[in-house]
């Protein structure tokens, strides 16, 4: 871990506008910088060598701030040129929860029961607590804006309209009600459209904002997650909607999105409008073959494989990293990252030795 603190200081001195160039496709910066949708609270611990700060509830203010300290501590102790964070909606819904078997323990484990929702039926949607605009949170943006070290800016990130639509139905009954109950979805998406449009202009009035993250996993491994036909009619319209948004505000639209998209990547780009795209799987789009087929009208983010990272010793990790980075630095637009999120389950040496060989060798 202590590899990274080798480089010199200036190397890892934050300036958001060499991320800025990445995003915007507008020249190259001093080296490749670094993004992530966001790290576990255990990964911030142990690059760190601290201990992991939870917050108990949305309340839990001083844990809150304590955690959100340590995030600023990770970010410009590691080289990122941003702090991540986003706005608290206070959606209720149906979670399943199991022990961690990390080595680096979350509390506990838990996902979206994907059998059953709080949402079957228009009687449903009528009664269920819908958040109000004014309940939204924005504490966490406020307390980083306020905290931001020196060159850096914040990067806000929300969970995803399509999400958001499937986490309150189950996927499993969102996908018969698509066919069955088309009146019900469109309520669903219409009124969760509408939620976070309000929300996006809240966020890009906000101080330090530099650019809008948006998590909306649509896929899996062999193609999208609905019908591309879907995607069009119900989850491209509101995703566009919030691009506009960013983008009538000067920020960059970047999507995070897993699974194989490329029946709609078009659609991404030219209907959409994303300015980068974030989450690769060596299993049906390394980021290389990413970088060639869209990097001239996208930035490509991340794109080290997590399973790689997760099953390879240090030595591999760093020459699968030269690689990438080899193959993606070529006329810029290339953040380095890995392939999803840093999970509690990526060895922490290797995560680090990724951001060492950014270090290194991402220099122009």
Request: aromatic residues 10%; negative net charge.
């Amino acid at each position: 871990m202590e590899s990274l603190l080798v480089n010199t200081p200036s190397r890892r001195q934050p300036d958001f506008g060499r991320l800025l160039k990445v995003l915007r496709r507008d020249g190259l910066p001093d080296r490749v910088p670094f993004i992530e949708l966001f790290a576990d609270a255990e990964i911030l611990a142990a690059a760190l060598d601290e201990k992991p700060i939870y917050a108990a509830s949305a309340d839990d203010y001083e844990a809150r701030k304590a955690h959100l300290r340590q995030r600023i501590r990770f970010c410009r102790t590691l080289g990122y040129d941003y702090v991540w964070a986003g706005a608290y909606i206070p959606f209720s819904r149906s979670l399943l929860r199991s022990d961690d078997t990390a080595p680096l323990a979350k509390p506990a484990r838990q996902w979206v029961n994907e059998s059953a929702g709080m949402i079957a039926s228009l009687a449903d949607f009528e009664a269920y607590l819908w958040p109000a605009p004014e309940s939204v949170d924005y504490y966490d943006l406020e307390f980083i804006s306020e905290h931001l070290p020196e060159g850096m800016q914040i990067i806000a990130i929300t969970s995803g309209v399509l999400e958001w639509v499937m986490w309150l139905m189950g996927y499993a009954p969102f996908a018969l009600a698509l066919y069955d109950q088309p009146d019900l979805v469109e309520a669903m998406f219409q009124h969760i459209g509408d939620l976070f449009a309000t929300v996006y202009e809240a966020t890009c009035d906000m101080p330090d904002v530099g650019a809008l993250f948006i998590g909306d996993d649509m896929g899996h491994r062999s193609g999208t997650m609905i019908h591309p036909d879907h995607l069009r009619h119900y989850v491209f319209p509101r995703q566009r909607r919030l691009a506009e948004i960013a983008h009538a505000h000067g920020l960059p639209f970047l999507l995070h999105a897993c699974g194989n998209l490329h029946a709609v990547m078009d659609d991404l780009i030219g209907t959409v409008g994303i300015d980068g795209k974030h989450s690769f799987e060596d299993t049906y789009l390394p980021v290389a073959e990413a970088k060639r087929l869209y990097g001239d009208r996208i930035a490509i983010l991340g794109g080290v494989d997590v399973d790689y990272l997760v099953r390879h010793e240090e030595d591999e990790v760093r020459a699968y990293t030269r690689h990438v980075l080899e193959a993606c630095m070529t006329g810029g637009g290339y953040a380095l990252g890995t392939g999803n999120s840093v999970a509690n389950y990526i060895p922490i040496r290797n995560y680090m030795a990724m951001l060492d060989e950014g270090m290194k060798v991402g220099i122009y």
